[in-house]
């Protein structure tokens, strides 16, 4: 390992120019940097892996993304949203299976209709499930009623992705209009956390005219933020978006993969106590994407429980793995995979140190 590198991850506190020297370093450092943000990991939350069983309950969305494939415009995909039984019938499944959680995400949609609809299934859930059952929503932006409706309901979990926290990387990659605006994502991302939730951000990796220092300060934004809970994914092009239009380069797409897991592995030297999601995205690109993210420092996987009719139009990036498999073989396969080095975290639902921490302090 170069003395540099060393140095570094024997700091406590890493600065900017810290972070991009990690980015940036020969395979050989980045390993150390994995391994070293692995152990830091089992030190501050446990060798433990834990699971929430991902609904994808429709992908009817307002709004128009320039990355996303279920983006408004996008109008070769037929569009869904799955009927409350079988959403019930998914959670079910999750709680009969002992995952100890599931996540509710879908396209934004801020009508009454969807709000109600989702404080229902929310509501219900809990019930059913006598509370054991904890519950992530990841519905976009809302207004802060609508989140204190959901928190009520029995909700304690939000992911809100920055995607990019660099306000001009941000207007890059969304339309230039009221509805996609940095700060109002922001606003909501504080709602959310005033509100009570474990709140979760994340960032793409590898957009187009990204540096590498736009991806320290995302790292720094995160850590400033004072975030529970990270879900960060490489950047892979939709061919019916306008940012995949032109299709994929693989060499770039394994260099995105491999930064990733970088990132990956400095929030967990960042901010040892939180949760940090292994992504599907990553096994897009590598059959053992998600082990090694977790091998890099992340402790959270999302076994796809949508029904399977569905998944074909949940294709928010291009070749998202598990479409066409059944679930249950889906959901084996993972544990078997997951039970080759970490413990899984069955029954719980797998709360950060670092919420309570910042719940007591306020
Ligand atoms: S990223 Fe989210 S808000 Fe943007 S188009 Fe896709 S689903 Fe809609």
Redesign the pocket.
Known sequence: MSSLIESILNKDDLDRSDIIALLRCGEEDATMLCRKAALVRNQYVGNVVYLRGLIEFSNI?????L??????DNRQIERYTIPNSEVIEAAMTAYRMNFGSIAIQ???NSSEEFTSNIEYLVHTIREMTNGHLGITLSL?EQNRETYQRWFDAGAHRYLLRI?ASSQSLYRRVHPDDDMHRYHRRLECLKMIKEIGYQTGTGVMVGLPSQTLTDLADDIIFMRDFDIDMCGMGPFIEHSDTPLGKNGSDNLYLRERFNLTLRMIAIIRLVMKDINIVASTAMQTIDPLGREMALGSGANVVMPNLTPSRYRDGYR?YAGKPGYRKVDESNISGLRLELLSGMTVGFGAWGDTPHFEKRISKS
């Open positions: 969305c307002g709004k128009n993304c990355y996303c494939g279920i983006r408004r879908s396209g934004e976009g995607e928010i």
